[in-house]
């Protein structure tokens, strides 16, 4: 049995912890079955927004004649641009996998592996067994299939590893789920001419977002999909190359949707229970997560976890950031705590989703009280100039304090926008600072953030 300083199991956002750690002269292990980059490089961000540009280049051509320009689009070339996107990323994982081969005192095992306990893995090929002083879990995330759903599973169904790679349109599309994933990926497909149809058994798309944001959604997405809200799916039969989807309401309305194709997009689910985690006294709490302090260390000392496996967001910048903290209190032993309040998130779909802090529901739920401040995409006179017809900011701020409680954008580029609230919301500044003291650039879209700390009436008016 090989003994390492340290184990990194997982190549995702992980292999920059392994990296630091042998960088800096610690013997380091590093596992990762599948391509270095984890699911954000190869089956995750990357390629489902290099894929979302195609699509949003293509709706560009369409709506040319809005400039008075007139265009059109002679060939897609679906299946190429699919192949080109998904080999870019496989070369970049095969350079990081070339690097770490390279870099002194890291050791790279590329196979599955499973934990025997607290400290120590075997490879599940050989038998092989390494331990080491301390261990960081980063082993990531799969998409959740329910088993709930009567046939589902013997059915030929997509995830969205699947739908990423997929060369050959379907011309029916359905799409079980209707959060960030399936609100993408419905963008995506309906954008190349697939008929997209969407079942999400809460009352909106996108639901986990503020309530105004998730209802003005949807009602962008009905103009281009069928939208099923208020359904759960409860059984799938496949016959004769259609797939029939059956999705039944609280109130018995039962429907059938077919389709050529299913994409499950129901969301993910970490790994826990794919690493033989059981073997450890590593906790986890009821939804499989590992739980962790605020050092992102678990239940037993010298082992943290972090990424999707880890309960503090889903996100690849939340990772990163999570990686930052582990090398600065594993490697580098200084110990240093997370802080997640200024955490924004996106939803790369037409239009952007874009957002920080508490939604409108939970300020309510909290008895926070709250005043709103609004602004139009359409006020704006970079927004004439981009000729567009919807969009908006909302902001939450204490009636007192002035502190931003949250913001929320849907429109052009709102995951760019929204960088102009976190800091504001992560260090503190109010909405009138943030109004008085910062200049704008005329005509830029950041004015609607300017327009909406406008709106923000103080409690006397």
């Given at each position: ?145 329910p088993g709930a759903i009567d046939g589902l599973t013997d059915s ?158 889903m996100f690849k910048h939340s990772g990163d950031y999570e990686g ?138």
């Amino acid at each position: 049995m090989s003994e390492f300083d340290l184990i990194v199991f997982g190549g995702g956002t992980g292999n920059t912890v392994a990296s630091a750690a042998a960088a800096d002269g610690r013997e380091t292990a590093l596992i990762e079955k599948g391509p270095l980059g984890g699911l954000c490089l190869n089956r995750g961000c990357n390629p489902s927004k290099m894929l979302i540009q195609h699509a949003n280049l293509v709706n560009r051509i369409r709506d040319a004649d809005q400039f008075g320009i007139d265009a059109s689009i002679d060939d897609v070339r679906f299946a190429e641009f699919v192949r080109e996107v998904n080999a870019e990323l496989a070369d970049t994982a095969d350079e990081i996998r070339a690097n770490k081969q390279s870099e002194e005192n890291l050791t790279l095992f590329q196979e599955e592996a499973r934990f025997v306990d607290d400290r120590t893995i075997e490879l599940t090929a050989t038998g092989e067994r390494h331990t080491a002083d301390k261990v960081v879990i980063a082993a990531g995330s799969h998409p959740i299939v329910p088993g709930a759903i009567d046939g589902l599973t013997d059915s030929d169904y997509l995830t969205s590893d699947d739908a990423l790679t997929l060369e050959e349109r379907p011309e029916r599309l359905v799409i079980l789920g209707g959060g960030y994933i399936a609100a993408e990926l419905g963008y995506y497909f309906g954008s190349f001419g697939v008929d997209v149809a969407l079942i999400e058994m809460m009352d909106t798309l996108v639901p986990r977002e503020d309530s105004e944001i998730a209802e003005s959604f949807t009602e962008i997405a009905r103009e281009r999909h069928d939208v099923f809200t208020g359904y759960r799916a409860t059984s799938v039969v496949e016959s004769e190359n259609t797939i029939t989807v059956t999705a039944e309401s609280e109130d018995e309305d039962e429907i059938e949707v077919q389709g050529d194709a299913l994409l499950v997009a129901l969301g993910r689910q970490p790994n826990t229970d794919r690493i033989g985690l059981d073997a450890t006294n590593v906790s986890t709490n009821e939804d499989g997560f590992i739980e962790t302090d605020d050092s992102l260390q678990t239940s037993v000392e010298n082992v943290w976890a972090m990424g999707d496996i880890a309960d503090n967001g889903m996100f690849k910048h939340s990772g990163d950031y999570e990686g930052e903290v582990v090398i600065d209190t594993v490697v580098h032993g200084k110990r240093r705590t997370t802080d997640f309040t200024g955490l924004p998130h996106a939803v790369f779909t037409e239009p952007q989703i874009g957002a920080v802090g508490k939604t409108e529901s939970e300020l309510e739920d909290d008895d926070q009280e709250y005043v709103v401040g609004c602004a139009e995409f359409t006020d704006t006179a970079m927004s004439r100039a981009l000729k567009l017809d919807h969009g908006f900011v909302k902001l939450l701020t204490d009636p007192e304090t002035r502190d931003i409680l949250g913001c929320h954008i849907l429109g052009y580029e709102a995951s760019m926008l929204i960088h102009e609230i976190t800091p504001a919301f992560q260090y503190g500044i109010t909405v009138d600072e943030l109004q008085n003291t910062l200049i704008h650039v005329h005509p830029a879209m950041n004015k609607v953030i300017m327009k909406a700390c406008k709106d923000v009436h103080a409690p006397n008016q």
